[in-house]
């Protein structure tokens, strides 16, 4: 069972984090395809992007609700789950230098082996909100802690995501140096 605090928490994060990618992805769809078919894991006339964009929506409005939560949850760490496998199989092609699509509007980050194991995380903490929620109603000190968490939560996953995307590629250069 899931306590009312950390279900809102979770719920609210992942609500955030789909509603941003989604919009990112709508705001330039035609780019967003570009990086789709870029995977090479589909045949180039098949254009996926806009369904991948509509589930991210999907997820997002669907965690916000209690009745469509649970499939909104599973639908979400669908996704990202495979997101990590699109990932992983491009890095063992040895194509490093795909954009993730993971970023910002017009933004192009290489994909990296600790975006596989960031989606992989993600996916397990997305899937826990489908589990029974204690019958326990959230009390107003629930709704601000789990408000402010999720603002907290924002700022670190936006942190980690620059660090990291900033970090990783540096020290893989270093240890492929001669």
């Known amino acids: 069972m899931i306590d009312p605090a950390i279900g809102l928490l979770l719920t609210g994060a992942f609500a955030l984090l789909f509603a941003t990618a989604a919009f990112h992805k ?12 870029a995977y090479r894991l589909l045949p ?13 929506a999907l997820a997002a409005a669907g965690l916000l609700v209690g009745t469509t939560r649970p499939a909104a949850a599973l639908l979400g760490a669908a996704l990202l789950l495979l997101y990590a496998v699109a990932i992983a199989v491009n890095l063992a092609r040895g194509r490093r230098e795909l954009s993730c699509g993971c970023g910002g509007y017009n933004e192009r980050r290489p994909i990296a082996g600790w975006m596989v194991a960031r989606n992989m995380v993600l996916a397990v903490l997305l899937a826990a909100i489908a589990l029974p929620w204690s019958a326990r109603p959230p009390q107003t000190v629930d709704l601000l802690t789990a408000g402010a968490g999720v603002a907290v939560a924002g700022l670190l996953y936006m942190s980690l995501d620059r660090l990291l995307g900033r970090i990783m590629p540096r020290t893989a250069a270093w240890e492929s140096a001669p």
């Not at 709508?26 to 078919?37: E, G, I, P, T, Y």
């Not at 006339?45 to 991210?56: D, G, I, Q, Y």
């Open 26 to 37: 709508f705001r330039d769809l035609a780019l967003f395809s570009q990086v789709v078919r």
């Open 44 to 56: 180039q006339a098949l254009s996926v992007a806009p369904l991948v964009a509509a589930a991210e």
